[in-house]
């Protein structure tokens, strides 16, 4: 029956995989496995705590096998609790080191981490056991293309896509690969064929999305930073943003003690701000505008339709409070444009993390846009409290950036 089971789920046929599974453990609820392959149906429904309990379970039956382990570690990646995750796969590598499974999903830990070197050992190590290995292989081009090996990667790849046309997570990976070389048309192909072998990849419609935003000049320089911001260490990546940060505070320090550089200091200053804005918010506001395209709409996820609503209920807002502002000449509409321009930050934010850093983020969100109608409500009654309220929302932005780079 397991088998049977294991094929169900191979097949993404999870109805009825759950139906047997549930007559199974009906019959033997002491029975390890099967809780193990229940905690991955429920993963798939993002059934969390049902997922870990059934996994929890499956290794308290079987603390010496490996697969629960391994399974355990599987659900909790999927949550997003990245140091648990590994805990639970190096306890299934000490207990089995020659599966090479337990190192494609040591591979992707070390790959959210952005530590690409150790995601290319993990993979190697895979492979070592087998070379046939999709997970593995895949892994490691990836992480050949962050580290700069692009043509070792691509061979990578082609030769996995060669033992394997019909292989979506490899044709997903060269379209990936593809679009961080700059080769959308191929990379569009890829995905295309990804999703044709595998309707419900999310890998291949995420990367179709990315294709048909960088059509666009402007989101095509921002997939750029991204891309390379994911190439870089955590520390790195906190240099480049807090080095930004004060780098510009010296700017600024400088153009007002010498007025005269103006001319070249303040064309800077907004376009670092610019940047971060976009560095923030460039994919709810290009998803937006990709529910203009007739083939970009239907790529969007319901969630991601969601949040470009409320991305484009903030940019509406604004736009009616300018103006009647300037119908009725008070300052108040500009800065509440302002400040529903700059409420898409948090939103964008928020909406860009999983599991508990999205909870906190969303709680944090809320937080913000109370201060944010304080402050619009004491703007138009012309209150001289609205800038005090206005400079703890600016103070409050910044620490969300600083606390949504950390949570990432």
Known sequence: MLDRTIAL???????????????LL????????????????????????????????????????????YVHGTVLFHQDKIREAEQAVQEAIQLDPLDSNHFGLLARIKASRNDWTACLEAANQGLELDPEDDLCTNMRAMAQVKLGQREQSFHTLNEALHNDPENALTHANLGWT????????????????????????????????EALKARNFIYRTMLRYFFAMTRLNPGTQWLIILGGFFGFRIVRGVAASAPALNLILFPLMLLYIGFVYLSWTAKPLFN??????????????????????????????????????????????????????????????????????RLILGIYTIGLAIIALITVGLLVSGSENAFGYLGIFGTGIFIFSLLGNFLR
């Open 288 to 357: 937006l505008l990709l529910r203009l395209d007739p083939f970009g709409k239907l790529v969007l996820s319901e969630e991601e339709v969601r949040v470009s609503n409320i991305v484009g209920w903030l940019l509406l807002i604004g736009v009616l409070a300018i103006a009647v502002g300037t119908q009725t000449d008070l300052p108040s509409g500009v800065l509440t444009a302002i400040l529903c321009a700059v409420m898409v930050i948090p939103v964008a934010g928020t909406f860009n993390r999983e599991g508990r850093s």
């Open 9 to 23: 789920i191979q097949s993404r046929r999870f109805d009825e995989a759950e139906k047997e599974l549930s007559r």
């Open 26 to 69: 009906a019959d033997a609820p002491d029975f390890p496995r099967a809780h193990s392959l229940m905690a991955l149906i429920q993963m798939e429904r993002n059934a969390n705590r049902s997922a870990v309990d059934h996994a929890t379970q499956g290794i308290a039956l079987a603390p010496d096998d490996p697969y629960p382990h």
């Open 178 to 209: 593809a679009l961080e070389t700059q080769q959308h048309q191929q990379a569009m192909e890829h995905f295309r064929e990804a999703l044709r072998l595998n309707p419900d990849l999310e890998w291949a419609r995420l990367g179709i999305l």
